[in-house]
């Protein structure tokens, strides 16, 4: 195979920019800039989730089993940056961003156009990532949308040229 081949095919799947959020038992919380997610199953609605398998947020996961996805919108790239980092709570905000408790217990963020929250039911590890397949909970909007509910999603590519994910 042609590594560049290989990695230019893979940086050709789009993907959309999201905080995952997960809380321990003792309070402590993950939240991560994640893109690999998908619909899974549309009954039961199901997401997968990919996950580096040595992060903070992978164990915080497997020990909470629930996680939520804060969807980030075209005008939150200060936030997808803040989050490539681990971060830790202060109070209710993490890296800044304001959160409250979801009914799973995983952090919600204020100022998102949407979240997903999902209970954990299976995980598949293979490789340096691991696959969270959560059920959902709990969903909500925060912002009225008109057109294609997509369309306003932070997608990678508009990080810029020289931010890929991939290959």
Request: aromatic share 8%; proline share 4%; hydrophobic share 45%.
């Amino acid at each position: 195979m042609d590594a560049n081949a290989k990695k230019t095919a893979l940086r050709m799947i789009p993907y959309g920019l999201f905080v995952l959020t997960g809380q321990a038992k003792d309070g402590r919380v993950a939240a991560a800039t994640i893109n690999w997610i998908t619909q899974a199953s549309f009954e039961p609605p199901l997401v997968a989730v990919g996950v580096k398998a040595d992060s903070h947020a992978h164990a915080i996961i497997k020990e909470s089993k629930a996680f939520a996805l804060n969807v980030l919108g075209k005008d939150q790239k200060d936030v997808a940056y803040t989050f490539f980092k681990p971060l830790d709570r202060q109070g209710d905000t993490i890296g800044g961003q304001k959160f409250r408790a979801g009914s799973l217990g995983a952090p919600i963020f204020e100022k998102v156009p949407a979240f997903i929250e999902c209970a954990l039911v299976d995980t598949i590890e293979k490789g340096d990532h691991s696959i969270f397949v959560g059920e959902v909970k709990d969903a909500g909007v925060s912002v009225e949308v008109a057109g294609r509910p997509d369309e306003i999603t932070l997608l990678l590519r508009d990080l810029g040229d020289k931010i890929f994910y991939g290959g």
